[in-house]
């Protein structure tokens, strides 16, 4: 298959996405008092992981220990951290904020 043709089946994948995400009101409010560039930033992994819970090929992704189906991805000095229901097909992220020692608690 020629590359332009797997690309535009890519795009067409990517275009309907298998997985809803969702921002509670804490994360909701951190995402918008983010500054400009990490907004976009982080607004692009809520791109991805509506195709893809688990990126770990295109970010640094670590599931949380101590949380059942709950990951974190690091974007420069901030933190996502979600919840991936399979069944439902849902990405629920319960917070956003700067790396401290108390992100993952």
Same mark, same amino acid.
Request: with cysteine; hydrophobic share 30%.
């Given at each position: 298959m020629p590359l332009k043709a797997l690309e535009r089946i890519i795009n067409l994948f990517r275009s309907f996405p298998m997985f809803n995400v969702l921002l509670g009101k804490k994360p909701?409010?951190?995402? +918008?008092? =983010?500054? +400009?560039?990490?907004?976009? %930033?982080? &607004? /692009?992994v809520f791109e991805v992981l509506e195709v893809n *819970?688990? *990126?770990?090929?295109?970010?640094? =992704?670590? !599931? #949380?220990? /101590? =949380?059942?189906?709950?990951?974190r991805i690091r974007i420069g000095k901030y933190r996502v951290c979600y919840h991936v229901n399979t069944?439902?097909?849902? #990405?629920?992220? &319960? %917070? #956003?904020? !700067?790396? !401290?020692? /108390?992100? &993952?608690?």
């Open positions: 909701q409010k951190s995402f +918008e008092q =983010l500054d +400009e560039k990490a907004r976009k %930033r982080v &607004y /692009s *819970p688990w *990126p770990a090929k295109d970010f640094d =992704l670590a !599931k #949380i220990e /101590s =949380l059942e189906d709950c990951f069944n439902a097909k849902e #990405i629920t992220v &319960y %917070r #956003i904020e !700067k790396k !401290k020692d /108390s992100t &993952y608690k």
